[in-house]
C-alpha cells in the first residue's frame, strides 16, 4: 500500500522558517510529480508548489515565490518544502500530494497525505 507521510509542521513566529517533508513509501513504479498544497480555516485547498520528478522542475504559486523552496530526493523518494519568512496567511494545513504509477501499463493515479499543521502567529 502507497503511502505519502509528512512532517516538519508546527508552530511558528512571523519571519521564522519551517521545513517539511513528505516520504512516499510501498510499491511505487515510478513518479512523475509531487508537490505540496495546503488548506486554510473555511478556505478551499490551494496549490503551494511541485516538482517534476525526471527534470527537477519546479513550480509555485505566487503567493510562495521567492520564500518557498522545493527540493526532491529521488532515491529515497522524498521532497521537501522549506519555508521562509513566513507569514500569518501561510497558516494551514499542509498536503503532499504525488502522481504515482504503481502498476505497469497504467495510467498515473494521484495520492495525498495525511496533513500536517503549520501555524504562523502574528
Known amino acids: 500500500q502507497v503511502q505519502l507521510v509528512e512532517s516538519g509542521g508546527g508552530l511558528v513566529q512571523a519571519g521564522g522558517s519551517l521545513r517539511l517533508s513528505c516520504a512516499a513509501s510501498?510499491?511505487?513504479?515510478?513518479?512523475?510529480?509531487m508537490g505540496w498544497y495546503r488548506q486554510a480555516p473555511g478556505k478551499e485547498r490551494e496549490f503551494v508548489a511541485a516538482i517534476s520528478w525526471g527534470g527537477g522542475t519546479t513550480y509555485y504559486a505566487d503567493s510562495v515565490k521567492g520564500r518557498f523552496t522545493i527540493s526532491r530526493v529521488n532515491a529515497e523518494n522524498t521532497i521537501y518544502l522549506q519555508m521562509n519568512s513566513l507569514e500569518p496567511g501561510d497558516t494551514a494545513v499542509y498536503y503532499c500530494?504525488?502522481?504515482?504509477?504503481?502498476?505497469?501499463?497504467?495510467?498515473?493515479?494521484?495520492?495525498w497525505g495525511q496533513g500536517t499543521q503549520v501555524t504562523v502567529s502574528s
Open positions: 500530494q504525488a502522481d504515482l504509477v504503481l502498476n505497469r501499463g497504467k495510467s498515473p493515479v494521484s495520492r
Open positions: 510501498g510499491i511505487i513504479l515510478r513518479i512523475y510529480n
